[in-house]
């Protein structure tokens, strides 16, 4: 069992940088891919970043070039770095966990925090 916790929202402005953090609790920490996804008031959920055990990482189109997705296997934590922020980066930021073929496919992974608000001012 994984228990996730994220923390590191809040609100900035346009171009401005925000960093998210994500706890997770539980032996099998290296098991897991550990994946970020967001949703907005009335959009589904959407995927954002994801990293494997060895490092590697995988990110939306959308994002990529300004976040930075990483883990530490020691402490059991994920980061996210998100830099030139845009107003359509606002929602709710959340961290999830799973043994998954599909990593931009949210319904694979098992395990999810509950949430972090990231807002973009204009």
């Known amino acids: 069992q994984v228990q996730l916790v994220e923390s590191g929202g809040g609100l900035v402005q346009a171009g401005g940088s925000l960093r998210l953090f994500c706890a997770a609790s539980?032996?099998?920490?290296?098991?897991?891919?550990m994946g970020w996804f967001r949703q907005a008031p009335g959009k589904e959920r959407e995927f954002v970043a994801a990293i494997w055990w060895s490092g590697g990482t995988y990110y939306a189109d959308s994002v990529k070039g300004r976040f930075t997705i990483s883990r530490d296997n020691a402490k059991n934590t994920v980061h996210l770095q998100m830099n030139s922020l845009k107003p359509e980066d606002t929602a709710v930021y959340y961290c999830a966990a799973g043994r998954v073929a599909y990593v931009a496919g949210p319904a694979q992974y098992e395990h999810w925090g509950q949430g972090t608000q990231v807002t973009v001012s204009s």
């Open positions: 539980g032996r099998t920490f290296s098991n897991y891919i």
